[in-house]
């Protein structure tokens, strides 16, 4: 998955120790510079991609080795078009950054009611000042019996936590404002040992 890229600027020069490319887009509302130099020698040039962050400083976000396109390009000179021999570089820049930026984020945020409701789960099931550690072979026989969880937050302050009902249950699609309709049948975990025999 690729974010939109919106183009903002562009900028080029050409002097006799070398010649410069910048292009700066926005992707997903952020600033990405893609910034490809040539210079005279090989460690003198760089290809690289940039987003701006909130200390408005430049951070690296990828990169092409000039090792990959240097021998390629035409030595310094004033007379170099910047914008066409490094511009066709600049472009993966801005996708692969698109591409990075578009990532979806790898943690989930709870509201403060969720949270909230997961400590009075806690306090109720444990004790007020409960602590208590779930185990990896508990989570995944969770993962694999009854329904998938579902979290209702509630207009008059309170959560629902089930597992109770399927995806398509009235309960879940309008978020416990129907009555279950009574076909989410889950199989208990004892019948399905003693149907595996165990």
């Known amino acids: 998955m690729t974010a939109m890229t919106t183009p903002r600027d562009e900028a ?14 926005d992707i997903a509302g952020r600033t990405v510079r893609a910034r490809v130099e040539r210079g005279m020698y090989l460690n003198d040039s760089l290809a690289i991609a940039e ?25 310094p000179s004033p007379d ?5 021999v490094l511009g066709p570089l600049a472009g993966p820049l801005v996708h692969r950054a698109a ?19 997961v400590s009075a789960l806690l306090a109720t099931s444990y004790g007020f000042d409960a602590e208590h550690r779930i185990d990896p072979d ?5 993962y694999a019996h009854g329904g998938a969880l579902h979290i209702i937050e509630h207009p008059d302050g309170s959560v629902t936590f ?27 975990p004892a019948d399905a040992q003693r149907r595996l025999g165990r």
């Open 51 to 75: 987003v701006l962050n909130e200390q408005m400083t430049w951070t690296s976000l990828a990169a092409d080795a000039p090792a990959n396109w240097w021998h390629t390009t035409p030595p």
């Open 99 to 117: 591409a990075i930026l578009a990532a979806p984020p790898t943690t989930v945020t709870l509201s403060p009611l969720v949270h909230g409701a």
């Open 138 to 142: 508990d989570i995944a026989w969770a």
């Open 80 to 84: 170099i078009r910047a914008a066409d």
């Open 12 to 25: 080029a020069a050409a002097t006799s120790n070398g010649y410069r490319y910048d292009r700066v887009v």
């Open 162 to 188: 089930t597992k109770a009902h399927r995806d398509g249950c009235p309960f879940i699609t309008s978020s416990g404002t129907q009555d279950c309709d009574d076909e989410c049948c889950f199989e208990h």
